[in-house]
């Protein structure tokens, strides 16, 4: 709680220095996503801390709600967001394949990811897979998970047969039978396992990896202290969270459509609010990544993962917003 106070007292003082150096030329709007995959996002869209912040340089803010990193970073790339919640691996991918993006800021360390399939199916383990439909969506967390545990167990993508399905459609075509397994997604997770609709066969809390804001490149280069404003308001809303996970949770069940139990469970048991500065641990996520999805197929292998995760990663904006 000190540390949440002392951040409310440095946003104040941030806020009676007037408009940040770029105020001059500004965009009419800012625009973010808010998903359930990223909590941190939906406390901030509750409170309206980022209008009242930029309320007095004549800034609108913009909410988008999206279902994936694939589809928030689609949409940076469309024009239609600045902002986009992600995993870092699915924002790695798309910067290799071409799209112009920086990673700026951690908002959670999640376990958001782990193999499932229904009850009484006779799959148990990850072996049981073979000759099996599994729904994961390409270029995701979920996905990449899905990959190493099978190479992990002796297996490859070419002993199931993937369902290429958004995480939601995922864990209804698991529920009705559509497929056998899904590369599941929390808070729909947690959803089926708690109701009894699921069983997680497989976890490791050492390979998903974290939960990033992604920023278009263009929009970072011509508002580098509005982007770092936005940080600092975000950084507000983390610090929040891990102070109040109750009323989080009851946000989160409203967004998610889910029980109250079930948003607390995700929050409680698979998820971590550590340190908002994309470092080390999160690049070091990225290598083994680089080299699945060049496997996969999602990536060209002439790809330089090195530069790859060197141009991705920016870590700029957030420094300055916590000095602020």
Not at 5 to 20: N, Q, R, T
Not at 129 to 157: M, Q
Not at 194 to 219: C, H, T
């Amino acid at each position: 709680m000190k540390n949440f106070i002392l951040f409310g007292l440095a946003l104040v003082l941030l806020g009676s220095c007037g408009p940040a150096s770029d105020s001059r030329d500004k965009p009419s709007v800012v625009r973010l996503d808010f998903a359930t995959y990223n909590p941190v996002s939906l406390v901030l869209k509750s409170k309206g801390w980022l209008e009242e912040a930029l309320q007095p340089d004549g800034i609108a803010v913009e909410w988008t709600q999206v279902v994936s990193g694939p589809q928030a970073i689609s949409f940076i790339q469309g024009g239609n967001l600045d902002f986009g919640s992600s995993a870092v691996t699915a924002a790695m991918v798309n910067f290799a394949n071409g799209v112009p993006i920086k990673v700026v800021y951690v908002f959670s360390q999640p376990e958001w990811t782990a193999i499932v399939t229904r009850p009484n199916t006779g799959i148990n383990q990850v072996t049981d897979l073979k000759g099996k439909k599994v729904a994961a969506p390409h270029g995701t967390d979920p996905y990449l998970f899905l990959i190493r545990a099978l190479e992990k167990f002796g297996l490859s993508e070419k002993d199931i047969e993937v369902v290429p399905l958004a995480h939601p459609d995922g864990a209804t075509a698991l529920a009705s039978g559509a497929v056998d397994a899904w590369a599941g997604l929390d808070p729909m997770m947690a959803r089926l396992e708690l109701a009894g609709q699921a069983k997680l066969i497989y976890r490791d809390r050492s390979i998903p990896s974290y939960g990033v804001l992604v920023v278009g490149q263009e929009f970072a280069t011509k508002y580098p202290d509005l982007v770092a404003r936005v940080l600092a308001v975000y950084e507000k809303a983390r610090l929040y969270v891990q102070e109040h996970l109750e009323e989080t949770a009851d946000i989160l069940a409203g967004v998610a459509q889910t029980d109250r139990s079930i948003a607390l469970h995700t929050l409680r048991t698979r998820t971590v609010f550590r340190s908002p500065i994309p470092d080390a641990e999160v690049t070091s996520t990225l290598g083994e990544a680089i080299r699945i999805f060049k496997l996969t197929g999602n990536i060209k292998p002439e790809v330089d993962g090195r530069s790859v995760i060197d141009q991705l990663i920016d870590t700029r904006f957030v420094t300055k917003a916590l000095k602020q």
